[in-house]
């Protein structure tokens, strides 16, 4: 179980961090534990969100204030203490001073052999070429076995990560705003309920101790409750009414709920529709509407037709007059001419 020792009046909890470091300091601890049981205890943060600004801007993209990069937003889930620099950005993967002494210590034996062989004067015979080969082997082995354990602990990382994220940029923002929406409402609803519950007045700080006493009680938190926003919340939505100066009353209950349903209303534009027959009342109603549009085009385009043919018509009946009065002219000069007595020579 967790051994946590917390001050009341703060509000906060400290809970103590069990390692194996912690409980065996010493080679004595660890010989006597070698053959026990023990409990580890690692404080873990729920959820964590991290914001930084790179260096540099990203290739393509604008420069922020004073040349900086982009502003990046994360968040991470269940990240225990020890594992809270993995999250951090530019994390490398360095080699534990153990190993790294190890390989030096190889490496200097190699060389120091070697040196001592060219200096002593020693025959190069098929026992030192072996101790040197050996020495040089275990080098490069030892230097390969760490290369590929930093390999892994990047791949473990990764993976740490991936399965730990939550959200980032715009999503951690809108995760963000609900949870502080969700936060005020639930102030809101708990401030009301507490005033409501009284049935009196009460000043600010009586509302303070009896929403952090119930929450005490009932869930067992203990909360530092924002009081002055939350009245501050009531009384804009009219929910709340201050009297004398310092006490604040909460309104009935039925007319609490009117006004937000008033408001709500005022919102958003709600119409029932009726369900599927006023649905398909509505589509019977938009295919009437169609066809009477399709027969006023319809009578509209005749009647346009009409009144092209009516003046077709008597643009025709003109033309044929105007052709009849040029052959009556035409007889009656061809009659004046064969009646005239031509002279010759």
């Given at each position: 179980?967790?051994?946590?020792?917390?001050?009341?009046?703060?509000?906060?909890?400290?809970v103590?961090r069990?390692?194996?470091?912690?409980l065996?300091?010493?080679?004595?601890s660890?010989?006597?534990?070698?053959?026990?049981?023990?409990?580890?205890?690692?404080?873990?943060?729920k959820?964590?969100?991290?914001?930084?600004?790179?260096?540099?801007?990203?290739?393509?993209?604008?420069?922020?204030?004073?040349?900086?990069?982009?502003?990046?937003?994360?968040?991470?889930?269940?990240?225990?203490?020890?594992?809270?620099?993995?999250?951090?950005?530019?994390?490398?993967?360095t080699?534990?001073?153990?190993?790294?002494?190890?390989n030096?210590?190889?490496?200097?034996?190699?060389?120091?052999?070697?040196?001592?062989?060219?200096?002593?004067?020693?025959?190069?015979?098929?026992?030192?070429?072996?101790?040197?080969?050996?020495?040089?082997?275990?080098?490069?082995?030892?230097?390969?076995?760490?290369?590929?354990?930093?390999t892994?602990?990047?791949?473990?990382?990764?993976r740490?990560?991936?399965?730990?994220?939550a959200?980032s940029?715009?999503?951690?923002?809108?995760?963000?705003?609900?949870?502080?929406?969700d936060?005020?409402?639930?102030?809101?609803?708990?401030?009301?309920?507490?005033?409501?519950?009284?049935?009196?007045?009460?000043?600010?700080?009586?509302?303070?101790?009896?929403?952090?006493?119930?929450?005490?009680?009932?869930?067992?938190?203990?909360?530092?409750?924002?009081?002055?926003s939350?009245?501050?919340?009531?009384?804009?939505?009219g929910?709340?009414?201050?009297r004398?100066?310092?006490l604040?009353?909460?309104?009935?209950?039925?007319?609490?709920?009117?006004?937000?349903?008033?408001?709500?209303?005022?919102?958003?534009?709600?119409?029932?529709?009726?369900?599927?027959?006023?649905?398909?009342?509505?589509v019977?109603?938009?295919?009437?509407?169609?066809?009477?549009?399709?027969q006023?085009v319809?009578?509209?385009?005749?009647q346009?037709?009409?009144?092209?043919?009516?003046?077709?018509?008597?643009?025709?009946?003109?033309?044929?007059?105007?052709?009849?009065?040029?052959?009556?002219?035409?007889d009656?000069?061809?009659?004046?001419?064969?009646?005239?007595?031509?002279?010759?020579?």
């Amino acid at each position: 179980g967790e051994e946590a020792a917390g001050g009341s009046e703060s509000g906060t909890t400290a809970v103590e961090r069990r390692t194996l470091r912690r409980l065996m300091s010493t080679p004595l601890s660890v010989v006597c534990h070698l053959f026990s049981t023990m409990e580890l205890q690692e404080p873990t943060f729920k959820e964590v969100v991290l914001m930084y600004r790179m260096a540099a801007p990203l290739e393509g993209n604008r420069a922020g204030p004073g040349g900086a990069g982009p502003l990046i937003l994360k968040s991470f889930h269940d990240i225990p203490m020890a594992d809270l620099e993995m999250i951090f950005p530019e994390v490398r993967i360095t080699v534990k001073f153990q190993d790294m002494l190890v390989n030096v210590s190889l490496v200097l034996v190699a060389l120091s052999a070697f040196v001592w062989t060219l200096m002593s004067g020693v025959q190069w015979s098929v026992e030192v070429i072996t101790l040197i080969s050996v020495l040089v082997g275990k080098v490069a082995q030892s230097a390969a076995g760490l290369m590929a354990a930093q390999t892994r602990y990047t791949g473990m990382m990764a993976r740490a990560l991936q399965a730990k994220s939550a959200n980032s940029q715009v999503g951690l923002l809108m995760h963000l705003m609900e949870s502080m929406e969700d936060q005020e409402c639930k102030e809101m609803i708990l401030a009301y309920c507490v005033l409501s519950g009284r049935g009196k007045s009460m000043t600010l700080r009586e509302m303070d101790a009896a929403c952090e006493g119930l929450l005490r009680d009932r869930f067992e938190l203990s909360v530092d409750f924002d009081v002055e926003s939350a009245v501050a919340k009531l009384m804009c939505e009219g929910l709340v009414e201050q009297r004398a100066g310092v006490l604040y009353a909460a309104i009935p209950l039925r007319q609490a709920l009117k006004r937000l349903d008033t408001k709500w209303d005022n919102i958003f534009s709600y119409r029932d529709d009726g369900g599927d027959a006023a649905a398909a009342a509505v589509v019977v109603e938009a295919e009437a509407a169609r066809a009477v549009r399709y027969q006023t085009v319809e009578a509209t385009l005749q009647q346009s037709l009409a009144a092209t043919d009516a003046e077709r018509a008597q643009v025709v009946h003109r033309l044929r007059e105007q052709q009849e009065d040029i052959a009556h002219r035409i007889d009656t000069l061809e009659g004046a001419m064969m009646g005239y007595k031509w002279r010759t020579g």
